[in-house]
């Protein structure tokens, strides 16, 4: 299957400071999905990218699949203590298989 | 939420012992998956399945085995459960093979001692 790198593993920001978790693959990836998991809670779907160079975005939450579709990021401005989690980025293989790889994930920590 | 229903929720049990973990759905999604979550691992694919007696390795099976002999019945088993299995377990769903999201369920956490 495809592999997804994803960087960083942990980040820690004061409340109010913006946040970016990066995904990266060495394969063209066929489209990118993104969610978010709470502390003891089980991962939610946040949005899918399909297009080459695609911007989407969801309140504060700015997500991106490269021009090349081999890498994609998520950035959420003015962080909050609500952003607490892990936030995964997935990819279906190719094929048409139905196999969904997910990234190691990004835990994000926001101090009040 | 998504119908999906994981048991049991929580279990310990011992060394060489076999387990099976339940994952059930009333949605009639085609794919299921099993996914196990560890520390700095993040999800990884165990097996998944995409209809009824058709499954699939995925990253990390070896040691697991899979059924699926109902659309909304995918069962997880741990022939002969190891320490290195102790891990939060979760089943997911979805609609199609591609550019649709999963819905997950609860997870179980499964201790071998």
């Known amino acids: 299957g495809q592999q997804v790198m994803q960087i960083p593993q942990y980040q820690h920001v004061q409340e109010g400071e913006d946040f970016t978790t990066y995904c990266n693959s060495s394969?063209?990836?066929?489209?990118i999905q993104w969610y978010k998991q709470r502390p003891g809670g089980h991962p939610v779907f946040l949005i899918q990218?399909?297009?080459?160079?695609e911007v989407k975005k969801q309140k504060r939450l700015t997500f991106q699949f490269g021009e090349a579709k081999k890498n994609s990021s998520l950035h959420i401005t003015a962080t909050q203590t609500t952003d607490v989690g892990t936030y995964f980025c997935?990819?279906?293989?190719?094929?048409?298989?139905?196999?969904?790889?997910f990234g190691q994930g990004t835990t994000l920590q926001v101090k009040p | 939420d998504a119908g999906i229903t994981q048991s049991p929720r929580h279990k310990v049990t011992e060394t060489g012992t076999p387990v099976t973990l339940r994952c059930h759905q009333t949605?009639?999604?085609?794919?299921m998956y099993w996914y196990r979550q560890d520390p700095g691992h993040g999800l990884r694919l165990i097996h998944y399945?995409?209809?009824?007696?058709?499954?699939d390795k995925g990253e990390v099976s070896d040691g697991y085995s899979v059924s699926r002999s109902k659309t909304e019945d995918f069962l997880l088993t741990l022939e002969s459960a190891t320490s290195s299995q102790t891990s939060v377990y979760f089943c997911?769903?979805?609609?199609?093979?591609?550019?649709?999201?999963?819905?997950f369920g609860q997870g179980t956490r499964l201790t071998v001692v």
């Open positions: 997911a769903i979805s609609l199609g093979p591609l550019n649709t999201e999963a819905f």
């Open positions: 394969t063209t990836l066929s489209n």
């Open positions: 990218l399909v297009k080459s160079g």
């Open positions: 997935a990819n279906h293989g190719s094929g048409n298989t139905g196999k969904l790889i």
């Open positions: 949605e009639n999604h085609r794919y």
């Open positions: 399945s995409y209809g009824v007696k058709d499954t």
